[in-house]
């Protein structure tokens, strides 16, 4: 009988595998990624104000981090000036 001896092992092809359907999970998007707030109230009144207006592509809160669409990113834009220039400021 002929010996099945497969060329890499089967670990390294359950690898291979995983990796591919990691590589296949993820979804490319325009957009911008908001980080770096230096208070936690500042990042949940972006956030939310993004999530009102339906941008928001993927948010990680640990990180303080979102990633909006282009038009969320202008618009949030818009929202963080108004709020500058009303007073209700950001850190």
């Not at 993820?26 to 990624?33: E, K, M």
């Not at 207006?53 to 909006?68: G, L, P």
């Amino acid at each position: 009988m002929h010996k099945n001896n497969p060329l890499l092992p089967i670990t390294v092809q359950d690898q291979i595998r995983l990796w591919e359907q990691e590589k296949n999970r993820v979804r490319v998007s325009d957009g911008y990624l908001w980080r770096d707030f230096t208070a936690l109230t500042d990042y949940k009144l972006v956030l939310d104000h993004a999530r009102s207006i339906d941008s928001v592509i993927w948010e990680n809160e640990q990180a303080r981090m979102f990633f909006v669409t282009p038009d969320g990113h202008d618009d949030c834009r818009k929202y963080v000036k108004r709020r500058m220039e009303e007073g209700g400021g950001f850190a």
